[in-house]
């Protein structure tokens, strides 16, 4: 992917994350190819989910000095190419109900939906995300790959009557037929729990062609 290879190439250090999720040869190998592909950057491994390397990811952050400086060659033509392959999504939902409900079942719910929808269709996701927000506490739930499937990367325990729900998608597909998908399983999600859903607001789009303003010598 020229985009994501772009991004590690202007990187000051790289961060592989999930090692909890792969064996040691895997992290080792992944670690060498990083390394012989990049050279003369920082390779830090670490597990959001189990907090193992954050030691060492927060004093990298605490560093100074001078980051930032590298620059690359980009070919505007590819990289809108790899852009304009990925549907966005970004929508608030309010629901609400009569009786109370669990705040992460709902999630849970809701992104299984979508993830069977994407399998369905053959929309690959990039990054979905789903979080739920009520008065006192809110979940985290994601799909980072169509065949790893959804997980709650953060409960709530939360049982609430009223809630905010954003979905966050990245997905390949058309922006239009993702938003169907999304519109269509909140409504079914929030059917089975007996919600009533509100759509605050939702766009879904392709991003432009980047036009630089500026370059640096």
């Known amino acids: 992917n020229y985009i ?5 190439e202007e990187a000051d250090f790289v961060v592989i994350n999930r090692i909890d999720e792969l064996p040691v040869e895997q992290v080792n190998e992944l670690q060498s190819l990083i390394e012989n ?12 989910k189990t907090g193992d390397g ?13 980051f930032g400086t590298r620059l690359m060659e980009v070919d505007y033509d590819i990289y809108a190419e790899g852009e304009a392959e990925l549907g966005w999504l970004n929508s608030q939902v309010t629901v609400e109900a009569d009786q109370e409900f669990a705040l992460d079942e709902l999630l849970t ?8 929808r994407l399998v369905a269709t053959d929309a690959e996701a990039a990054h979905l995300k789903v979080i739920g927000l009520c008065d006192h506490s809110y979940a985290v739930a994601n799909l980072v790959s169509n065949a ?31 938003e169907s998908i999304v519109r269509t399983e909140l409504a079914a999600a929030c059917g089975a729990f007996g919600l009533e859903h509100k759509v605050v607001s939702l766009q879904s789009f392709r ?4 036009v630089p303003t500026h370059r640096i010598h």
């Not at 954050?54 to 001078?66: C, I, S, V, W």
């Not at 953060?154 to 009557?161: E, F, G, K, M």
């Open 4 to 8: 994501f290879r772009k991004q590690i």
């Open 207 to 210: 991003p432009g062609r980047p």
């Open 37 to 48: 592909e990049y050279p003369g950057r920082p390779v830090l491994r670490c597990s959001a």
């Open 54 to 66: 954050f030691d060492a990811l927060t004093a990298m952050l605490e560093q100074r000095g001078q």
């Open 148 to 178: 790893v499937g959804p997980e709650m990367s953060l409960a709530s325990s939360a049982v609430t009557r009223q809630a905010n729900v954003v979905v966050n998608a990245r997905v390949a597909t058309d922006p239009a037929e993702l």
């Open 109 to 116: 719910d809701l992104i299984g939906r979508l993830h069977g």
